[in-house]
Nanobody
Framework: QVQLVESGGGLVQAGGSLRLSCAASGRTIREYVMGWFRQAPGKEREFVTA????????YYADSVKGRFTISRDNAKNTVYLQMNSLKPEDTAVYYC???????????????WGKGALVTVSS
């Protein structure tokens, strides 16, 4: 079992930045592809970004490419999401995700965090 806990969410003005952290416990995240999803009110949960087990490869949704950066520190069992140039449409609950093979779609995720709310005001 892997427990994931997100932190760093909050309220920010459009154009601002936030950094989310996802601290894992129970097992080492070296065994997992890690990622972030988000869910806005009234919408389905959607893929945001993922990072390979070693951190050598990253994947981004087109909507965040060039603005968001995912990284991981396997020694600290932690994953990060740096969000820059935030827009009101980025407002959502952001979920940390772990998967044995990949985490590009919801069905591939083995473990979820409880989420962190990010609100971007215009």
């Amino acid at each position: 079992q892997v427990q994931l806990v997100e932190s760093g969410g909050g309220l920010v003005q459009a154009g601002g930045s936030l950094r989310l952290s996802c601290a894992a416990s129970g097992r080492t995240i070296r065994e997992y592809v890690m990622g972030w999803f988000r869910q806005a009110p009234g919408k389905e949960r959607e893929f945001v970004t993922a990072i390979s087990k070693t951190g050598g490869s990253t994947y981004y949704a087109d909507s965040v490419k060039g603005r968001f950066t995912i990284s991981r520190d396997n020694a600290k069992n932690t994953v990060y999401l740096q969000m820059n140039s935030l827009k009101p449409e980025d407002t959502a609950v952001y979920y940390c995700a772990a998967g044995r093979s990949t985490v590009v779609v919801v069905s591939q995720v083995d473990y979820w965090g409880k989420g962190a709310l990010v609100t971007v005001s215009s």
